[in-house]
């Protein structure tokens, strides 16, 4: 069973910065970050691939955001820099096994508990 434990969540000025980690107890194909603000579906953010580092972005994080990975800590990162108030949400770490493109929920096998991010104006 593949525990995900997230961490580096807060509150932070539009304009500012935090960074997101996410410690993985094992191996999968996929990582991906998964955000859900109040009264709206969970949506994807971004997602990379343990092997070659691959990555991607939902095009409303795209150039604010970056993901990042380190294999010798089994750890996956976020860089959330010029946050805004609608980047407020509960942030959500999941690990995928299978080769599903990692921009859908349906693609990951495993959550963590989800870390609140809460961007003031």
């Known amino acids: 069973q593949v525990q995900l434990v997230e961490s580096g969540g807060g509150l932070v000025q539009a304009g500012g910065s935090l960074r997101l980690s996410c410690a993985v107890s094992g191996r999968t194909f996929s990582m991906g970050w998964f955000r859900q603000a109040p009264g709206k579906e969970r949506e994807f953010a971004a997602a990379i691939l343990w092997s070659d580092g691959t990555t991607y972005y939902a095009d409303s994080v795209k150039g604010r955001f970056t993901i990042s990975r380190d294999n010798a800590k089994n750890t996956v990162y976020l860089q959330m820099n010029n946050l805004k108030p609608e980047d407020t949400a509960v942030y959500y770490c999941?690990?995928?096994?299978?080769?599903?493109?990692?921009?859908?929920?349906?693609?990951?096998?495993?959550w963590g508990q989800g870390t609140q991010v809460t961007v003031s104006s």
């Open positions: 999941a690990a995928g096994r299978g080769r599903t493109p990692p921009v859908v929920s349906h693609a990951y096998d495993y």
